[in-house]
């Protein structure tokens, strides 16, 4: 049976002090040599800290990182070690960059090694800090860029596994709008039950328990669907549910909760209440 096709939806503030304001017919006096809260280099200081403050921050353009130095990155190791480089100023954009290189130091670090980071999600993350995006880009239109050399379906999981390795490197280097942009990315990919189990295999094996913003949709995928999809992998997904028993504890609370809400409409149906209709989430690919 071939595999169906189904789309992942998925001021500073000033500082101020009383004054003791004393009266008296006798006011002090300032020996000669002696400084004042008044005092004329006092004010002068104060005057020019002032315009400091007011003056706005010069604008960083493009030609100032590309003026930064050059870090070496190494990605990979054996015959896929790969080297890919990039300026420091944006690399310090990422905190992971920005403590590794230390741009401040009296000796800073100019390569890098990621040996245990994919060479693809890498160059997307450096597409990303140079041009805001990675390919394919997201259109105004909500769908992604098409590419020829990219099948219609993703009947493997390659492309889904493009995203989901974007997603855990983004997390490693602490870039949220990344992680953002990568997730909402997966939620485009029209992919097969095959597709879908290989991705849910990595978000398993890559992501922690406490990571519901990637996980919840996987587990809610599956158990909206597992009934018809289980039938088309072959097997696989009995495999996934006994290698990663958290999988199969998230679809199943999810069928479980699903029933749940069913019966509570149906018993406020029976009491005469009103049910308020169904409260499935749109389904990943309908619009």
Partial sequence: MADPEVRISGGVADESGDVDMQGGDSADVMEVGETGDDAPGDEAAEDE????????????TFVDYLKSPIVTLHIGS????????A????????PFFA?????????????????????????????????????????PSGSLQSDPSTP??????????????VYTLAEKL??????????SK???????AVAELTYARYVYSHTGREDATIRKPVASFWGQRSHVLRHETEGTFRKMCLEYPEFAFDVLSFVLDAEEKREERRR??????GGKGSARKRARGER
């Fill in 186 to 192: 997966i939620h485009l990919v029209t992919s097969t």
């Fill in 174 to 183: 602490s870039m949220p709008a990344l992680k953002t942009l990568s997730h």
């Fill in 87 to 94: 300026h420091q100023a944006l690399l310090v954009k990422s």
């Fill in 152 to 165: 219609g379906v993703d009947q493997t999981g390659d492309q889904l596994l493009k995203h989901a390795k």
């Fill in 99 to 139: 403590d590794a290189i230390a741009p401040d130091s009296a000796s800073p670090k100019h390569s890098i090694d990621l040996k245990d980071d994919d060479l693809e999600a890498t160059s997307c993350f450096l597409e990303y800090l140079y041009t805001g995006e990675y390919f394919p880009h997201k259109l």
């Fill in 268 to 273: 406020k149906a029976d009491d005469g209440e």
């Fill in 49 to 60: 800290a002032a315009i400091e403050a007011e003056t706005p921050a010069a604008r960083v």
């Fill in 78 to 85: 054996g015959d896929a070690a790969t080297q890919l480089t």
